[in-house]
């Protein structure tokens, strides 16, 4: 229980959790002589043992700082931890919040990075190095106002990712060919948030979120440099029982070289660019041209019955036939979405 003196509050948490994994990864033999030999490449358990503690100390109802530790300290990811912090500063209602928060985490990488045998992907990596991630961030929040703006730094050793292996000939047989890289130098990531909500009327509402992110090895860690969500609906109350809210959303981001997918892995990864193809050409990044994605919708509530209607990529035909996020995938076509919901309970 918190223990209180004065005008502050301290409350303090510790725990002990124990996870028991049991892991297999196997594929069907292709021929009858590697039968044996291939029918279950990993059959493997684990155990991971976390030390896990927070404090919290609460100056007042408007000042308060809250850390988080969680610590491996025994089993297969020995060694990884994560330590947050944060502080919340409220002045008043009308001046708004302001958080800082920040956390510095070891972790090892994901044990697909480590080991794979699938029919078209195979590797195995023991030397892997663990993924330590640095995090700052600033954020203020005014409800009054619907106004929120928050700044993020990233700090990123050992970046563990997929990419098409070199291919510098152009080899067919090593197309979409993909393994495991880790990224040597650091990798810094800025990102600045912004999100305004406005009314008129009482009963109009427009919602706009904002955001700008750059990196140093924009190659690498493939993200757009711009990307917005707007959405702008009308509220009203039908025969004084249905709360009725219609209108659209706008998303928006500007081109930036798009991730590739293997299917049969589940994984996005880095396509291979260089020298030049069969018929002499360079091979360059492929950047898609980017255009406002509309979807329309409507939701409706009576009581606890709530009712759903969407209408994906309305635009269709307006600045494009269709549009792509990751290469060789085009988005789906305009389609429409329902749902209902209803809860039961006294």
């Known amino acids: ?31 009858l002589e590697d039968a044996d030999a291939s029918k279950t490449f990993s059959d493997m358990s684990f155990q991971n043992i976390t030390l896990k503690a927070g404090l919290g100390y609460r100056f007042s109802d ?19 931890f994560h330590y947050g912090a944060s502080a919340n500063l409220l002045y008043n209602n009308t001046v708004g919040r302001l958080v800082l928060s920040g956390y510095f985490q ?12 699938y029919t078209y992907h195979k590797w195995l990596n023991e030397d892997l190095s663990k993924i330590r991630t640095t995090n700052l961030s600033a954020a203020y929040e005014n409800p009054r106002f619907k106004f929120s ?6 700090l990123i050793n050992n970046y563990t990712y997929y990419k098409e292996v070199d291919n510098p000939d152009h080899d067919s047989r090593l197309f979409r060919l993909i393994e495991v890289a880790q990224h040597s130098a650091p990798i810094n990531l800025l990102r600045f948030t912004l999100g305004k909500s406005f009314t008129f009327f009482e009963r109009w509402h427009f919602d706009n979120y904002l955001v700008y992110q750059q990196s140093d090895f924009r190659n690498v860690l493939l993200t757009p440099e711009w990307y917005t969500w707007h959405s702008f ?21 500007t081109p930036y070289v798009a991730p590739s997918y293997a299917i049969n892995v589940g994984q996005f990864y880095l396509p291979y660019y260089g020298g030049t193809d069969v ?3 360079e091979v360059k990044p492929v950047e898609f041209s980017t255009y406002p994605i509309v979807d329309a919708w409507l939701t409706a ?3 606890r019955t ?3 209607l969407r209408y994906d990529y309305a635009n269709k035909g307006l600045f494009s036939k269709g549009y792509y996020t990751v290469r060789r995938y085009p988005m789906l076509p305009p389609g429409v979405r329902f749902g209902v919901s209803w809860k039961f309970y006294d």
């Open 306 to 308: 709530n009712f759903f």
């Open 279 to 281: 018929n002499g050409n």
């Open 62 to 80: 408007r000042v308060n700082v809250t850390g988080d530790f969680r610590q491996i300290i025994a089993g297969r990811n020995f060694g990884d």
């Open 149 to 154: 703006a928050k700044a993020e730094y990233y």
């Open 233 to 253: 609906y009308y509220n009203t109350t039908l025969v004084k029982v249905i709360n009725l809210n219609i209108g659209f959303d706008v998303r928006f981001n």
């Open 1 to 31: 229980n918190p223990v209180s003196f004065i005008k502050n509050e301290v409350k303090p948490d510790v725990g002990l959790q124990h996870d028991l994994m049991f892991y297999k990864q196997g594929r069907d033999s292709l021929t």
């Open 106 to 117: 070891n972790q090892s990488p994901e044990y697909n990075f480590e080991s794979m045998n």
């Open 301 to 303: 509530t009576l009581k």
